[in-house]
Every structure is written in structure tokens, then in C-alpha cells.
């Protein structure tokens, strides 16, 4: 087998795809593992088991030798939801639900949002450096909800890169972790690498060294909830799963998260999602302009919230 994997500490049942889809990370599609349980090349406690099969604390899950398709081609999709904010002739300033991947990967067969975007835009096809990131200049999680910032034009994606390159594109966040701080604000600048131990997660090292790259994280507390604490942060570089690793780092794991969260948590309470939300956006444009967008917590955050008040 290529990998075995303990299931650690879980408040009730959860769906064996399900939990692989945060185990694995990046690069595994919740339907391309379906397909592998279908195939039987991912069975629990040495049983072959079904799509639907509901794991508990101990189970063991052996997955084995399973290499994710690559896609070579993009399908625009008009049934990929997405949120206009903003149209321009340069950019779009959309809004990503949570669960949606903006481009794919090794093992995503399902649509994407740039496939969703290109069904009405078709001319972002053109736009980048990466046939299959037409537009694309930073992305957000699969369950990470918000604001995003699409290129419409080549002059524009490389004004857009060079921004981000050298930090002067704004990104603000909304993150409930568990737990109360014990300080208004602070700034967090573990360097990040990719894990030895676990695929698809980002570890937080005390130093840099070869393999770990600059992560600046900065954090405002909002509210103080029983038992989690809301927050405000500012992301100064744009590292895969910086806020998730960074924060988890500090002691404080976003809820929901079940990729970064210890494994005995004594947090019973939890969403049907990553509670993070990408809530604010600003840069100033190729003419001058400042353009700052604001997107409020979506519904389920905001529920979830009045539960614990």
C-alpha cells in the first residue's frame, strides 16, 4: 500500500471521502477519490467499503498506488456558481463560494471556476502565462469563500502579477479559530514549507532554511465568542494555506479546518465549512485609482456566529 492512514479523534461519523479530501489536500477531487474507493484501491481496516462509508476514531484507511489525472484542456461551465462584483474592460472582481476550486490540478475532474468564468468571459482564454490559469493571478482554498481579482487582458494579468510580487495588493480576511487570544493583534512570521509527514498540508518552521519560504500573517482581534475568537487578518505574502498553517502554528486553528486541527480538539461546535472568508480586496489600478471591494461574511458564517453568541 502507498499510504496508511489512523483516523485521529472525530466529534461524530464523518464520510470516508470526505475526510480524504482534507487528509490528501490539493490534487485529490473528492470525485476522483470516489472513483479510487469505487475501484477499490482505497479500502478501510483492510475491507473493501463504499463511497458512502462512515469512519470513526481508529479506523485505519489504506490507499494505495493512485495517480491523479491531469487535465490538459479547459471546459467552460455555466453552471459553476459564481458572484459578479465587479466588471471592467481590464479585470473582474468576482466572489468565490466555498467548495469551488478555481482551476485544476492533478486529480480535479470536477468544473472549476475559471471554466464558470470563461463560460461568459471567453476571452480570458487568452489572458496569462498557464493555458489552464487563463486570468489567474492568486487564488483562494476550495473552502475558502471571497473576494478575487481576474485579468481580463495580458497588460493588465501583468500588472496584476507584478502587484502581487511586490506586495501591493491588500487582502483581508474574516477567520473564527478556537480559543481566545490573549492579545488585541500581533503579527506571525513562521516561514512555511511542505510537510515531511503529511501530503498536501504546509508545516510552520521556527527558521528558515532551503526548503521554507517567507509568511507574514498579521491579526486583529474582532470578537471574543465562547469558546473561539473572531478575526480580522492581513496576509502581506500569499503562501498556499499561509492563514490555515500560521494560525494552527499559534494554537488558535480556524474552525472547521480539519486539515491543520490537532487531533483531540475540545471543540464540539463546528460549521459545514472552513470558516474563513477572503472579505476585502484593494489595489490601485493601471490608471491611478484606488480600487478598494468589500464582501460581508456569507450567510452560514453569520448563523453559525449567532449560534455561539
Do not use: C
Amino acid at each position: 500500500m502507498d499510504r496508511e492512514i489512523t483516523v485521529p479523534h472525530i466529534e461524530q461519523p464523518t464520510r470516508l471521502d470526505k475526510f480524504l479530501v482534507q487528509e490528501l489536500g490539493s490534487g485529490w477531487s473528492r470525485t476522483f477519490i470516489q472513483q479510487a474507493i469505487k475501484n477499490n484501491a482505497i479500502k478501510v481496516n483492510e475491507k473493501k467499503v463504499t463511497v458512502h462509508h462512515f469512519l470513526k476514531e481508529g479506523d485505519v484507511i489504506m490507499v494505495g498506488v493512485i495517480t491523479p489525472e491531469v487535465r490538459t484542456e479547459l471546459e467552460p461551465q455555466a453552471k459553476v456558481p459564481w458572484k459578479l462584483i465587479k466588471e471592467t474592460n481590464d479585470f473582474l472582481i468576482i466572489e468565490k463560494p466555498t467548495g469551488v476550486i478555481v482551476h485544476p490540478a492533478p486529480g480535479i475532474n470536477e468544473p472549476t471556476l475559471i471554466e464558470g468564468l470563461l463560460s461568459k468571459y471567453p476571452e480570458l482564454k487568452d489572458v496569462g502565462d498557464d493555458p489552464m490559469r487563463p486570468g489567474i493571478v492568486h487564488r483562494l482554498d476550495r473552502d475558502v469563500s471571497g473576494l478575487m481579482v481576474v485579468a481580463r487582458n495580458q497588460n493588465m494579468f501583468d500588472y496584476l502579477k507584478r502587484l502581487f510580487k511586490e506586495r501591493e495588493i491588500t487582502k483581508k480576511y474574516f477567520a473564527l479559530v478556537v480559543g481566545h487570544l490573549n492579545q488585541p493583534d500581533g503579527v506571525i512570521n513562521f516561514p512555511l514549507a511542505r510537510s515531511r509527514n503529511k501530503h498536501g498540508k504546509m508545516a510552520a518552521r521556527a527558521k528558515s532554511d532551503s526548503d521554507t519560504r517567507e509568511a507574514v500573517t498579521k491579526f486583529e482581534l474582532i470578537k471574543l465568542y465562547q469558546p473561539a475568537s473572531l478575526l480580522k487578518i492581513e496576509i502581506e505574502t500569499g503562501r498556499t494555506h499561509q492563514i490555515r498553517a500560521h494560525l494552527a502554528a499559534l494554537g488558535y486553528p480556524i474552525v472547521g479546518d480539519n486539515l491543520y486541527r490537532p487531533k483531540k480538539l475540545n471543540f464540539k461546535a463546528t460549521p459545514e465549512r472552513l470558516f474563513l472568508h477572503a472579505t476585502e480586496l484593494s489595489f490601485v489600478d493601471q490608471n491611478g485609482e484606488n480600487q478598494t471591494f468589500t464582501s460581508p461574511l456569507p450567510q452560514e458564517l453569520n448563523d453559525f456566529l449567532n449560534k455561539l453568541s
